[in-house]
């Protein structure tokens, strides 16, 4: 079969990654892809933003499958006009993608079917969520309804700074319509993970799980990023845990979903926080995580094409996922700055010494080509994930790697995995 992946970061790299090992995977193509991802699929850029392009391609080329990775896609409505098109397409439509892309929306959905959950307030003027804020105790979680690149949230430690933030999303617009609404939260407490779940509309399948380093440095500190790097597998996350995400929030998402007409194709990413009470929803995502895709998938053994085809075609239930016994580690590798400003156009070096390695594998996030040079061209560059016997072998392949691979102003995380390490060392 042929396979289209729409998108260019670490995420599709790792998607194109695991699709290539399909056996029945002839050909990939990726749009717009990135120099990574050319070694394994035909990269075209084809003016991604265009939905009619995206599907004219589809058709042009007799793919059979067509992969959607980035939210902004789904928010347009890709694989809306995919279908309409007779095209076999992974991925939520427009409607059921606003379980990432309004919040409000999910909280609805969530205070609907009692999954668990931040009890939350939403309000449409600056006004109201000001008085509204002033009778909380801090922390207090403001967040701006819509699609903000990761960064519409702030933990406010008080309540000028809840209120500055208000009047940053609602008055200056910081994140344009997003901040239509603002939504209010109470602070969770407890440890993140990332549990992904294919879905069918109708049956779920999940992911082992993963977990994220949203803060820039280490120890958790600095700001909040797209992803510093992931591991996987997580040991709070036990099969008795995952079985209460899958019954206590995955499954009343997807129902909930499809009661409202809008069934639910593709990854479902439940962003949980797990504290004394057990699992909680911090955010949905319509889509894989990014790195944590770039930990988990590595770790599958289980043909993702038949995955998604299954989940494309509504055939799911009795579909049961393998992974592999390793650990998996991706470190991002970042330019320095990010996620403020930071220089790109440096040249990467080094990655021909871990080529060869069976064990490490390095997805590209923000490289391009310039003169035949391979040069950095994002905040987030290299996502340099490595298996191992354990979360400390790991992390030690994988950190072993970085240092291989230089470019400058280079800067990543040293601790990725630290909480599972300090578990693990009892
Ligand atoms: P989000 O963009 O919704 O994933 O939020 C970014 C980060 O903010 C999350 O990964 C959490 O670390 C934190 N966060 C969001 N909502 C809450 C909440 N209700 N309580 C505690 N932390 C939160
Ligand atoms: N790693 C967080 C995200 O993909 O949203």
Redesign the pocket.
Same mark, same amino acid.
């Given at each position: 079969m042929k396979v289209l992946v729409v998108g260019g970061g670490g995420r599709e790299h790792a998607l194109v990654w695991a699709l290539s090992r399909s056996s029945q995977v002839k050909k990939l193509y990726c749009t717009p892809g990135n120099p990574g991802i050319e070694a394994l699929a035909e990269c075209t850029d084809i003016g991604c933003e265009g939905t009619a392009a995206i599907c004219d391609f589809a058709e042009s080329k007799g793919v059979d499958l067509v992969v959607v990775g980035p939210e902004a896609y789904l928010a347009a409505g890709v694989i809306d006009e995919l279908r309409k098109r007779g095209i076999t397409a992974f991925g939520p439509t427009k409607a059921a993608a606003r379980i990432e892309t309004d $919040?409000a929306f999910a909280k609805q959905l969530m205070e609907r079917k009692r999954i668990p959950? !931040?009890r939350f307030r939403q309000f449409d003027n600056p006004t109201d969520a000001e008085a509204y804020v002033k009778t909380l105790t801090p922390?207090i +979680?403001v967040?701006a309804n819509g699609l !903000?690149a =990761? $960064?519409? +949230?702030t933990?406010a430690q008080s309540h000028k700074e809840a209120v500055e933030s208000i009047r940053a999303i609602m008055n200056e617009r910081i994140f344009g319509d997003a901040g239509d609404l603002v939504i209010i /939260? /109470?602070?969770?407490?407890g440890e /993140?993970a990332s549990v992904l779940a294919f879905c069918d509309g109708r049956h779920v399948v999940p992911l082992e799980a993963a977990q994220?380093h949203?803060r820039a440095y280490d120890g958790d500190t600095g700001p909040?990023t797209g992803g510093m790097g992931a591991y996987s597998p997580v040991s709070i996350v036990d099969d008795a845990m995952l079985k209460r995400v899958v019954d206590e929030i995955l499954i009343p998402a997807v129902e909930g979903l499809a009661e409202e007409g809008t069934p639910y194709i593709g990854v479902l990413y439940a =962003?949980l926080?797990i504290g004394p009470d057990g699992p909680k929803v +911090? /955010?949905f995502?319509a889509r894989f995580g990014d790195p944590e895709a770039q930990a988990v998938l590595p770790r599958l053994r289980t043909d993702l094409a038949d995955v998604m085809q299954a989940c494309a075609n509504g055939d799911l239930d009795g579909v049961t996922l393998e992974f592999l016994e390793d650990s998996a580690v991706c470190v991002m590798m970042t330019s320095s700055g990010y996620p403020g400003h930071y220089q790109t156009g440096y040249e990467i070096k080094g990655l021909d010494r871990v080529r060869d390695r069976e064990d490490v594998i390095v997805f590209h996030s923000g490289t391009s080509l310039h003169n035949g040079r391979l040069v950095t061209s994002g905040g987030r560059v290299l996502g340099v994930t490595a298996l191992g016997s354990g979360i400390r072998d790991a992390a030690n392949r994988a950190y072993e790697a970085v240092r291989s691979i230089k470019f400058e102003n280079a800067r990543y995380r040293t601790d990725i995995g630290f909480r599972e390490m300090a578990r693990v060392s009892g």
């Open positions: $919040k959950t !931040a922390p +979680v967040k !903000a =990761g $960064k519409g +949230v933990i /939260e /109470e602070f969770l407490v /993140e994220d949203k909040n =962003g926080m +911090v /955010e995502n």
